[in-house]
């Protein structure tokens, strides 16, 4: 295990070179371009996410459903172990660059909605299917290519699926669980992460197995709740902390430049380091890129691809732009706030994230720890439930619908697994399946992009954003025989 481990992190640290943040950053920037900065309908786009469904428009669940399901996925760990990552190994100034993947993703998430819906199919009973794989196939010019990238990306998602979206998120929600439990024993804490696994197999299976529209049916009103709830937590730390809010801030966007290390050299060092985690971490928080979040936004109930397009960029804003970025601001002046969290790493008593996170938000008597918990166990859940569609999604194009339940079975096997696996082995083996799944996305992305600029010219810039498409949606089956 030791050895796989370590083979494990060498394929991390290459697979997450130059090459891949080039990938990502240049395609956030590209789609930037050829949208015409999509960004600046953000405020279009959340008013778009709350109206009312046309009822003349064909999906299977509502755009705010779809919305939030996506969100469900995307708001998790990242968002707290995840930025306590990239500030424990990458400095302060990775949370700078966590947050501009999140400005310059907007785009990206954009476009990959786009045509995420505008090239969806239906199965036989009439249910949307969507995604980077059926864009691949049904967009490009180059149907080889287009097939055999597509195959790659649903097997990707499909693996990416059993790290992001399951024994990530147990792993990270047991240990937040298990560091508040008199535990004395090896056997003891085993005994417990057993126990919160098989507790976490039910409450997911409960849900996954209805469906996308029981995982919607969830999804809009935990995320919500959840997402307002930490939000405003973390702001109440920030507000007791306010003397070195400014001085956070400053450390963050110079550290970013610079490569200053932080808290005497506890924290993070180097340039490359800085961009490398927050990249990492950035993409795994708001997942611009990557093609996760357009496989259930396809089954959204739309009037055109470029409308439900926005609603989806605007889990990127909410996602990194916003709550990425408190809680690095939390974080950060937390521990300009109390000098012993520096002391603590310097002296060898912090050496991992998780412990980094708990330290830093235990400073704040009782609102602090409750903030952490609450946020790790709802995020944690909710993001099983996101994922398991995704999976859902990429196995019905794999396997057909016959490889739903053996995929929900196994999906619940690795929740139980996370709890008692390996924290660090983990999050490598997500961080690899997240850049093999971005690598077939953003080829889709740039091969389409003509598309993306006229469809959002049509619709977005010359004012027909309520129009209905009224081109037909072909059947799985039917339109490969053609």
């Known amino acids: 295990m030791e050895t796989f481990s370590h083979l494990v992190?060498?394929?991390?640290?290459?697979?997450?070179?130059?090459?891949m943040i080039a990938l990502l950053l240049g395609t956030h920037l590209y789609m930037t371009i050829r949208t015409k900065f999509i960004q600046r309908k953000i405020g279009s786009a959340i008013k778009l996410s709350v109206s009312k469904d046309d009822a003349n428009a064909e999906g299977d669940v509502s755009q705010f459903g779809a919305l939030t399901t996506a969100l469900a996925a995307t708001i998790g760990t990242g968002n707290i172990v995840g930025v306590a990552t990239g500030l424990f190994f990458g400095g302060p100034g990775a949370i700078f660059w966590m947050w501009i993947t999140g400005v310059f993703g907007i785009a990206t998430k954009y476009a990959e909605t786009l045509i995420s819906v505008k090239y969806r199919v239906k199965d036989a009973k009439g249910e949307m299917l969507g995604g980077a794989m059926y864009a691949l196939e049904r967009g490009f010019k180059w149907k080889t290519a287009g097939k055999i990238l597509a195959v790659l990306f649903a097997v990707f998602a499909f693996i990416a699926s059993f790290g992001i979206g399951a024994s990530v998120q147990s792993n990270a929600l047991s240990g937040v669980i298990t560091a508040y439990l008199p535990l004395n024993t090896d056997k003891e804490s085993l005994g417990a992460n057993v126990m919160i696994g098989a507790i976490l197999m039910v409450l997911v299976g409960i849900v996954i197995m209805g469906g996308v529209r029981s995982i919607t049916r969830v999804t809009e009103k935990l995320v919500p709740v959840m997402a307002l709830l930490y939000a405003v937590g973390c702001l109440v730390i920030i507000g007791m902390n306010w003397r070195y809010v400014g001085e956070a801030i400053s450390l963050i966007v110079v550290s970013a430049f610079t490569g200053k290390a932080a808290f005497g050299g506890a924290v993070g060092s180097g340039l490359m380091v800085a961009l490398q985690f927050g990249f990492k971490r950035g993409l795994f928080s708001n997942e611009s890129g990557l093609g996760s979040a357009p496989l259930v936004a396809a089954n959204?109930?739309?009037?055109?691809?470029?409308?439900?397009?926005?609603?989806?960029?605007?889990?990127?804003?909410?996602?990194?732009?916003?709550?990425?970025?408190?809680?690095?601001?939390?974080?950060?002046?937390?521990?300009?706030?109390?000098?012993?969290?520096?002391?603590?790493?310097?002296?060898?008593?912090?050496?991992?994230?998780?412990?980094?996170?708990?330290?830093?938000?235990?400073?704040?008597?009782?609102?602090?720890?409750?903030?952490?918990?609450?946020?790790?166990?709802?995020?944690?859940?909710?993001?099983?439930?996101?994922?398991?569609?995704?999976?859902?999604?990429?196995?019905?194009?794999?396997?057909?619908?016959?490889?739903?339940?053996?995929?929900?079975?196994?999906?619940?096997?690795?929740?139980?697994?996370?709890?008692?696996?390996?924290?660090?082995?983990?999050?490598?083996?997500?961080?690899?399946?997240?850049?093999?799944?971005?690598?077939?996305?953003?080829?889709?992305?740039?091969?389409?992009?003509?598309?993306?600029?006229?469809?959002?010219?049509?619709?977005?810039?010359?004012?027909?954003?309520?129009?209905?498409?009224?081109?037909?949606?072909?059947?799985?089956?039917?339109?490969?025989?053609?």
């Open 300 to 482: 959204a109930t739309t009037k055109n691809p470029a409308r439900q397009a926005l609603v989806s960029m605007s889990g990127t804003f909410w996602d990194t732009v916003v709550i990425c970025a408190i809680t690095g601001v939390t974080l950060v002046s937390t521990m300009l706030s109390d000098p012993s969290i520096e002391s603590a790493i310097l002296a060898g008593d912090i050496t991992a994230p998780a412990q980094l996170t708990t330290t830093a938000f235990s400073s704040i008597p009782v609102l602090g720890p409750l903030v952490l918990s609450v946020g790790m166990v709802l995020f944690s859940y909710s993001t099983m439930l996101g994922w398991a569609q995704y999976g859902n999604r990429a196995v019905v194009y794999l396997f057909g619908i016959k490889g739903v339940r053996p995929y929900q079975i196994v999906f619940l096997v690795f929740v139980l697994w996370g709890t008692i696996g390996g924290g660090d082995l983990v999050w490598n083996i997500s961080d690899i399946t997240n850049a093999l799944m971005a690598v077939p996305n953003c080829i889709a992305l740039i091969g389409l992009a003509h598309v993306i600029s006229r469809e959002t010219k049509h619709y977005v810039y010359e004012g027909r954003i309520d129009e209905v498409d009224v081109t037909p949606i072909p059947i799985v089956g039917e339109y490969r025989k053609s």
């Open 9 to 19: 992190e060498v394929v991390d640290e290459f697979v997450w070179g130059w090459a």
